[in-house]
Structures are given as C-alpha cells and as structure tokens.
C-alpha cells in the first residue's frame, strides 16, 4: 500500500490537472484501515497536497481537503504538532472554509492531547490566527475555532496563555467586528467559565462576563435577548449562578419582568427572563425561586392565560419543567385557583389550535402528571389525580380522542399522558374502568409509524411492569398486557399478515 501511495503521489506531482489522480489516491486512502495506513504513512511527506490547496478550481480544494483529513486522522496529536503545523496554521488563512475547518479541526485534536498542546501554547501565532477566525463569516469555522480555544482552556497553562498574554487583546480586536463577533466571544467566554471557579474567575477578571451583565439592560432589545441567553447558558453551573448571585443578576432578572409590562418590545426579550428562572428553579429548587422571585411564576400564569402563542408556547414548557420535580408540584398546588385557570387553559390548547402549541400542551401535562413509583405518597397520588379530573369533565376521553388524530406528534404525546398515569393506582383505575379502554391499548391496527408503535409498547409496558396491574387491571388483562410485551412493539398477527398479502 505503501508503495501504491508513494507512486500515487508522483503521478500527481508530475501532471498539469491531477483531479483523476486525486481521486483515485482518495479511494486508495479509503480502502484501508487508520491503524493500516498508519504503518504505511511512514516516512512520507505530503507537501505536494499541501499545495495543491493554493487553487481556485473548487474540486481540487476539496478533493485535497478530504485527502489530508484522512492523512493527519492517520498521525498521532504530537506528529501534527511536530511536522504539520506550519501548514495548518497557513489553512487558517485560506480563502475556502473546508479548509480553514479541516485546520482547526486537527488544532483542536492537538490541544486536546496533554504532550501536543505544549507545542501549541509555544506558538503564539497559530492561536492568533485560530481566534481571529472566530470572526470569519462562516458560522461553521468560528464554531471550530470556539470549540478548540474552550478545550485548550481545560488546562491551567492554556487559561493562562488566553488571558494573561498579547492573545487577550486580538480576543478583544476580533470581539469589536460586529454584534454577531461580540456575542461569539461571549459564547467561547461563557463554555470557559463553566469549565470551573478557577476558569471562571480568569474570564471574570478579564471584564468580558461584566461586559456581558451589561447588555442586559441595553438599549437595543434582540442584544438584551441574546444577553439573556448567554447569561442561561452561565448559570447552567453552580459556580457560575454563584457568581451571577453574587452580582445581583437574578434580583435584574427579576426586575426586567416586573418592568416587561410598560415596555411595548418586552415579547422580545420576556421569554429568555423566563427560560433563566426555570432552569434556576430546576438546577436549584422550584420552592425557593418561586419564593424569593414571585414575579416569575406570575408572569408564568399570566404568560399561559395569553393569546399570544410565542408567551404561551415559553409558560407551557416553563410549567412543564416545573411540574416535573415532586417540588414543583407542590409549588403550582400552592396557587390554588390561579393554577387551576391554568390547567383548563392547557386542555384547551391541547385539544385545539396549532399543532405546535398542542404538542407543549401535551408534553406539559405529560410532565405534571409523571410521578415516580418512589414518589408516590397518599398525598402526592391525591395531587396528580385532581389535577388530571381539572383538565376536562371526561378526560379520558379527551385524552384518547386526541391519541387517535392522525396527526403522529399528537398521537404520540396523548399516549405518553396515559403512559405518565399508568404506573398510578388511580390512573389504572380510570383505564379499566373505561369501557373499551383497555382494548384500545392493546388494538395494534392504531398508529402504524414507529414512533406510534414505541409510544403504545412503552405504555403497555409501564403498566406490565407496575407492582399493582394484576390486582387493578386483573389477571386476564395482566396476561394480555404480558404477551404484547413478549411480542415487542412491532409484531404482526398471523391473521393481519395473511389479509394484508390478500390485499396485495
């Protein structure tokens, strides 16, 4: 193989349009396995499809572009270091993007190995270059670039080159091309300081999260939206809602909600204040957000009892995400009436509307309903069931109506809200004291896309698997629910397999 590359080579070396030759070394690099042409690279340079990068002909570029990804996937981290990075580093410059990524992609494999990253501390230049191509106008590239910088960062020598070096000013060069620039900057600062206290305290001191907290409460409306989102995205850790405590950013938050009232463009910033106080209560406690920031779980309800589809699309999922914690059950059931306005509203929009917002709907009943066997206290059981009898006078029905809509997203979801009440004691009393209900569970002919028939197995199954099915549902029920499991999901009856053939 060894000789077939060597010779391969030459014959592109020595011809004026070497496309056909490129190819067939493509195909020969394919054919055989990284850890086999590992052993064959030996000792070979590449230099000549190095240069044929430097061309305007499209399909040359491209076809040199996947020669050399399978080429230096073949090298080891430390040997690009070693014999290659001249050339990646010129990549970073090249005017075709699947080169610039091919360059960062292999950057990146370096930094991530703990003997190749020391190579490319050292080389100052070639980190200018991969962060001055977070300004590039490909979304794909600066994603490249952002992703090897975060990695280089796990490591204490790699926070050190990026904040305490000449790099921090073209990070702040790079970060003055344009909004959509500054905010890639904020994303690449954002992934560091999640990283740990240590990371987020070089990003702290470098003034680019104070910089971020103040475009909160920017003049320009969409800049405060993606603000809002990066400062989310900075609270996913727990140093990092700390440190956002710490700054007195949740009481802002909170305040922007208060203040979202008088200002006629808050639909544009209002749910991103919202996402942020929900992924709080879930990473922190329900109870304790909802207590210490009342006007996010206000704006929630008053966000749910809104016409405005986008407000009611954030509170169903933020209720939803809630509803999913034993905590925030315990919270919404404290509002008493305001919560249950808000539960018929969401029958409502379950029943009818736009496809989308009946998907939340359901998903977020879903999610209300869902208690765990270990979860299920006398008290806890008497809540989930209550609040399935608020949602309709027959909810049964509404329920199965919706499950059997041609619409597969509904299908789906409307099952999963039997599923949700099927480990329940009264949710499988419901079901077997439904006439026909349990032979719609067990009816195969419903719902024939294969999401269908796993959301109908993964119900049949949650109640086969619940400790008080034969006692509820009954011996016979038990058995029928049994062989189904057996079965699996996509099973086919002699008889259905025999009449569908005569149709044919």
Known sequence: MAASIESLLAEISSVEDPIEELQSLKTALLSISLSALRESLTGQRFDVIFSLLNSSQREQVELCVDILERILMAHSPVDLAQKYRGELQEGLTH??????????????????????????????????????????????????????????????????KLFH??????MKDVMATSDIVRYRIYELVVEISGVSPISLGYCANSNFISQLLGELTGDDVLIRATAIEMVTNLAHSQHGRQYLAQQGIMDKISNMIRGADTDPLSSLYLPGLIKFFGNLAIMDSPQQVCENYPAFQNKVFEMALDPDPVMIGVALDTLGLLGSTVEGKQVLQKTGEKFKAVLLKMSQHASSGATEL???????????????????????????????????????DLIRNISTQPIPELHCRAL???SAIATQPWGQRLMISTPGFMEFILDRSTGQTKEAKDAKFEL?????????????????????????LREGPYHVS?????STEGAD
């Open 416 to 418: 999963r809200i039997f």
């Open 95 to 160: 005017p075709n993007e699947t080169v610039k990524i091919l360059a960062l992609t292999q950057i990146g494999r370096m930094v991530e190995h703990p003997d190749a990253v020391t190579e490319i501390l050292n080389d100052h230049n070639i980190l200018e270059a991969v962060i001055r191509c977070i300004g590039e106008e490909k979304m794909a590239v600066a994603k490249q670039a952002i992703q090897s910088l975060s990695m280089m960062s796990h490591s204490k020598p790699g926070l050190e």
């Open 460 to 484: 049949v199954e949650t109640l086969a698997c619940s400790s008080t099915a034969t006692e509820i549902l009954g011996s016979q029920h038990y058995i029928s629910l049994k062989t189904y």
């Open 494 to 498: 002699a008889v259905a397999a025999v």
């Open 165 to 170: 070096s000449d790099l921090l000013k073209a």
């Open 358 to 396: 009946r998907v939340r709907s359901l998903d977020a009943i879903s999610q209300l309903l869902t208690l765990q066997p270990e979860q299920q206290t006398e008290d806890l059981l008497a809540l989930t069931e209550s609040w399935f009898h608020l949602l309709s006078n027959q909810p049964m």
